[in-house]
């Protein structure tokens, strides 16, 4: 029970089916410069957004393109799906949750029309950042095909 | 207290936004981007591009503390130079 209590590490699963690739690798600057923070990037095969972890949503946006969780240990992650899918103004996203929603890791969190997003010249490439630096110490993350835990943070 | 329209197309999103976030690192007042009576903390990018600021919305920078006039003017010069 102890071990629990003073547990450091916050496990991500993947919030969406596909290829975990580098932030590096996002054709975006602000992620790929890690100009918001640290974290991995999701080539998806479908649409489904799942929950990476148990937690609060902190924050939908009102185009629907992303969303913000924070865990028990005060981590926030931003999952923002797609990019510039800002300009997409919410067509082609459904949201199944709203802000102060309590989630459990694998809840579906949005279900978003990739042939629509990709018909509309823009990159499914999905981008997860942990957005407050001063709340967490490293990342180790497991490229390749998305299955079970990709991604530890040290908190 | 300054004030701004938003006229870029796509709003204030993450470009912008995280440009604000880092040179709120170079103050130490307390800075608030408020909309509609809304207010965010200029230090959360979260927070910044949960606001859904887009065209046309009025935003007014409040900064508090030693620097506060100095932040209110290196915040509106990013939103003004992204508009």
């Known amino acids: 029970m102890l071990k629990g209590l003073f547990k450091k590490t916050v496990q991500l699963s993947a919030p969406m089916v596909g290829q975990i690739i580098r932030l590096e690798e996002v054709p975006?600057?602000?992620?790929?410069?890690?100009?918001?923070?640290?974290?991995?990037?999701?080539?998806?095969?479908?649409?489904?957004?799942?929950?990476p972890?148990?937690?609060?949503?902190?924050?939908?946006f009102p185009t629907k393109h992303a969303i913000g969780i924070k865990t028990k240990e005060g981590l926030e992650i931003l999952i923002h799906v797609g990019i510039d899918t800002v300009e997409l103004k919410g067509q082609g996203f459904?949201?199944?949750?709203?802000?102060g929603s309590q989630v459990k890791a694998g809840d579906l969190l949005l279900e978003v029309d990739k042939a629509y997003v990709e018909a509309q010249g823009k990159s499914m490439i999905t981008?997860?950042?942990?957005?407050?630096?001063?709340?967490?110490?490293?990342?180790?993350?497991n490229y390749g095909e998305s299955s079970g835990i990709v991604c530890e943070v040290k908190v | 207290?300054?004030?701004?329209?938003?006229?870029?197309?796509?709003?204030?999103?993450?470009?912008?936004?995280?440009?604000?976030?880092?040179?709120?690192?170079?103050?130490?007042?307390?800075?608030?981007?408020?909309?509609?009576?809304?207010?965010?903390?200029?230090?959360?990018?979260?927070?910044?591009?949960?606001?859904?600021?887009?065209?046309?919305?009025?935003?007014?920078?409040?900064?508090?503390?030693e620097d506060a006039e100095a932040a209110e003017i290196a915040i509106f010069e990013i939103i003004e130079g992204a508009n």
């Open chain 1, 28 to 51: 975006d600057e602000v992620f790929s410069g890690k100009m918001i923070g640290e974290g991995f990037a999701v080539n998806p095969a479908s649409g489904q957004v799942v929950s």
């Open chain 1, 53 to 60: 972890v148990d937690g609060e949503i902190i924050q939908i």
């Open chain 1, 127 to 141: 981008p997860i950042v942990f957005t407050n630096p001063q709340n967490y110490k490293s990342i180790d993350v």
């Open chain 2, 1 to 65: 207290m300054k004030s701004i329209i938003i006229k870029s197309e796509n709003g204030l999103h993450a470009r912008p936004a995280s440009l604000i976030v880092n040179t709120c690192q170079q103050f130490t007042s307390e800075i608030f981007l408020v909309k509609d009576g809304n207010k965010a903390n200029a230090r959360s990018i979260m927070n910044l591009m949960a606001m859904g600021i887009v065209t046309g919305d009025k935003i007014t920078i409040e900064a508090i503390g």
């Open chain 1, 94 to 99: 459904e949201a199944f949750i709203e802000k």
